[in-house]
């Protein structure tokens, strides 16, 4: 059964970084592209970044510059490095398949940009 686990998140201010994981159980995880996906309050939940099996990265151009995603297949873990941080950024996230699965939705991780 697949199972994927956020983690990381938490109330930071402008500017500053977070970074999080998402640990992947089963055979999900080394063949598969994977995404970090964010929904803010009273929006759709919609793509921040993307990397392939093989280490190819895509990002929404919100995020360029400032995120990074990478995988660990060892540990059967994505990472999202957050930096600069902006209000704006301020949502729920979630890690998935990319394109992403509608059964294997988790419970996220709340990221808070607040001063």
């Known amino acids: 059964q697949v199972q994927l686990v956020e983690s990381g998140g938490g109330l930071v201010q402008p500017g500053k970084s977070l970074r999080l994981s998402c640990a992947a159980s089963?055979?999900?995880?080394?063949?598969?592209?994977m995404g970090w996906y964010r929904q803010a309050p009273g929006k759709q939940r919609d793509f921040v970044a993307g990397?392939?099996?093989?280490?190819?990265?895509n990002y929404v151009d919100s995020v360029k510059g400032r995120f990074t995603i990478s995988r660990d297949n060892a540990k059967n873990t994505v990472y999202l490095q957050m930096n600069s941080l902006k209000p704006e950024d301020t949502a729920v996230y979630y890690c998935?398949?990319?394109?992403?699965?509608?059964?294997?939705w988790g419970q996220g991780t709340q990221v808070t940009v607040s001063s």
């Open positions: 089963g055979s999900l995880f080394t063949k598969n592209a």
């Open positions: 998935n398949k990319l394109p992403p699965f509608g059964a294997y």
């Open positions: 990397i392939s099996s093989t280490g190819i990265t």
